[in-house]
């Protein structure tokens, strides 16, 4: 359990978006306060040792070699100086960039999680609307972009910004008339800082745009690539896939050209003002106003100035990129579930809870004017089983998706034992219903984590008896390493109605009151269909059950069975009931039995 105090994260159910990313930020590096203290005095101390080098030189050239003084003690003493000025600038060095490292990674790290965090609790809608590439964007490079600004930006500005402060005041030490000359170029710098400023964030803006689109891309065919070798699209999606590269090699290009331009702009600018304080100082020293260690110390200044105004420059680009990552997260932080957790949750017993469902005149659409369902009234007693049929796209799942609150009813209520569910806490909700999907979601992990949903509470015997109990042992059995057998992702090598009796397993283990079958369609052999029949019985056993048959024969003995038709029940009954209306039922048991009755067909 992670006892850690979490930091005060902007609060995405409150007034959040008011906040700048960079105060968000803060927030973050608020409990690391005393970490960048040090590292602001680990800074100077370096810039200090660094700096006095040149000053040192200066004084064993002006006041003992130009003076022809013959003692080398002096000079000697200035070089072990030199040397332990070195020594300890590079200690200093080293520790502040493992603080800050440190600092660093600790704060991308709470991010990562709190985003990570915060992505579960979002709604289905907007998985509806976000590629899962551009998640995967968010969550890993956005982040890692966020780590350098702290390890690289942040040094970069506290570090070389410090040294130009210390540079200046040397410089004025030394010669302020000097001084003066040379920060004639500070004017050039702003107007190519400027100039450059906004066409490198949309340069950056871009080529991000083009990486998340090239991600999303890559993603959504690795997941559908049986679709697309099935198919025979790899050249068309070829074809889209280099179209996308392209797009990002032609961003990063951009990018990487204006980089150099504004980069070696200012190289030209650092050798000019060197020849330029190099004439002008050595004009003074032949005319005697300043002394030739001056003048070297001078000219060492001025290289050692061009430096950190280079390095921020370089980190420019980094700023970018961070800002950029930092509005992005931000932007999902401040995204609020749609479906909110109720405020004063009602909490119910899970021992009493019985199992009844109660689908008050719902209507619902996922966009506005399409009533996917529409003014629905279904009331399920404790332990029914209720068979869900009808046409495709009638609205079947989506009813199953408002039962487990994945979107929120426009209109009426669904209840739970009396309790509206959006009163009760997600989690809870979540836990009295247990749901077996068409194509049931397998994680990479061994057969055993599987069933228990990685749950180290649950013993491996309590899933063992599951497994029996569905009929799944025998199938475990035949695997290579029985219940430590490795999956792969989703499930991938095992058939549909396999993965259906480890789900069914899962839901002997978590035990919910409430159970929700959306039926594989693919077809099953009649020795898996007969276990997965009899399985279903022993899961139904003592549950409420809602299950969308693809195949009738799972069905025929249900409680009750109801015909769905745009968002409606258009036919309601048991197997027997419906068959003597003559509708659509009647129909799809013809079908399925190869009679079509062409009274009732079209
Ligand atoms: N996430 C979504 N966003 C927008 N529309 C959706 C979404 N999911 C489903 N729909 C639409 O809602 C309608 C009902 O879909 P639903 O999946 O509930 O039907 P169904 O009866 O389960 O169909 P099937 O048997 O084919 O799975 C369809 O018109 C479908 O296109």
Avoid at 272 to 287: C, D, K, N, R
Avoid at 412 to 430: F, P
Avoid at 434 to 457: A, C, H, I, K, W
Wanted: glycine fraction near 6%.
């Amino acid at each position: 359990m992670n006892t850690t105090k979490a930091p005060n994260r902007p609060d995405t159910d409150s007034a959040s978006k008011k906040l700048s990313a960079l105060r968000a930020l803060s927030i973050y590096a608020k409990p690391h306060k005393w970490t960048f203290l040090l590292v602001f005095v680990c800074i100077i101390l370096g810039i200090a040792a660094d700096l006095f080098q040149p000053y040192l030189v200066k004084i064993a050239i002006d006041d003992h070699l130009m003076k022809g003084i013959g003692e080398y003690k002096p000079i000697i003493t200035i070089c072990l100086l030199y040397v332990g000025l070195s020594v300890s600038s590079l200690i200093f060095s080293y520790v502040q960039n493992n603080l800050l490292q440190f600092a660093g990674q600790s704060i991308v790290a709470r991010i990562r999680k709190d985003l990570f965090q915060h992505i579960f609790r979002l709604s289905m809608s907007y998985y509806d609307r976000t590629p899962s590439g551009s998640l995967i964007t968010h969550v890993s490079s956005d982040t890692e972009t966020l780590n350098q600004f702290f390890t690289q930006v942040m040094l970069s500005v506290i570090r070389d910004g410090m040294t130009l402060v210390f540079i200046i005041v040397l410089m004025f030490q030394l010669d302020p008339q000097l001084t003066f000359d040379s920060m004639l170029v500070l004017p050039i710098i702003a107007v190519i800082a400027i100039s450059f400023r906004s066409y490198m964030r949309k340069t950056y803006q871009w080529s991000r745009a083009q990486l998340s689109q090239l991600i999303g891309f890559a993603a959504e065919n690795l997941s559908g690539m049986h679709l697309i070798q099935a198919f025979h699209q790899e050249r068309e999606q070829m074809k889209r896939f280099t179209e996308r590269n392209q797009g990002y090699f032609q961003a990063n290009l951009r990018e990487i050209r204006t980089n150099v331009w504004f980069n070696r702009s200012f190289d030209l600018l650092g050798n000019l003002s060197v020849a330029f304080i190099t004439w002008l100082g050595g004009m003074a020293v032949l005319h005697k106003s300043i002394e030739f260690g001056v003048l070297y110390a001078f000219i060492t200044y001025i290289r050692q100035f061009f430096q950190p105004i280079n390095n921020i420059t370089q980190q420019w680009n980094t700023l970018q990129s961070a800002t950029v990552s930092e509005n992005r997260i931000w932007n999902i932080f401040s995204i609020k579930p749609e479906v909110p957790e109720p405020l004063q949750p009602i909490d119910m017993n899970p021992a009493s809870i019985r199992g009844h469902i109660h689908f008050s005149c719902v209507s619902f659409s996922y966009q506005a004017g399409t009533k996917v369902i529409d003014d629905l009234d279904l009331l399920i007693k404790p332990g029914e089983m209720i068979g869900i049929v009808g046409t495709t796209g009638a609205g079947k799942s989506s009813l199953i998706s408002l039962l487990c609150r994945f979107y929120d009813v426009q209109e009426g209520r669904i209840l739970v034992d009396g309790t509206d569910i959006r009163d009760i806490s997600q989690a809870q909700l979540h836990k009295l219903i247990g749901l077996v999907q068409q194509e049931p979601y397998l994680y990479s992990g061994s057969v055993l984590d599987n069933v228990r949903m990685f749950d180290e509470t649950i013993s491996a015997d309590e899933v063992i008896r599951a497994c029996k109990l569905v009929g799944a042992d025998a199938l475990i059995d035949r695997m290579k390493d029985g219940y430590e057998t490795r999956i792969s992702e989703r499930g991938s090598g095992l058939s549909a109605g396999e993965r259906q009796l480890i789900s069914f397993a899962r839901i002997i283990v978590f035990q919910p009151k409430i159970l929700i079958l959306d039926e594989a369609t693919a077809n099953l052999d009649s020795h898996t269909e007969q276990l997965i029949q009899s399985a279903l019985h022993t899961v139904a056993k003592g549950r409420t059950s809602l299950i969308i048959a693809h195949r009738i024969s799972t069905i025929v003995n249900a409680n009750r069975i109801i015909v769905m038709r745009q968002g409606r029940i258009a036919e309601e009954g048991t197997h027997e009931q419906l068959l003597k209306q003559h509708g659509y039922y009647e129909q799809l048991y013809l079908h399925a039995q190869g009679r079509v009755s062409s009274s009732h067909t079209g």
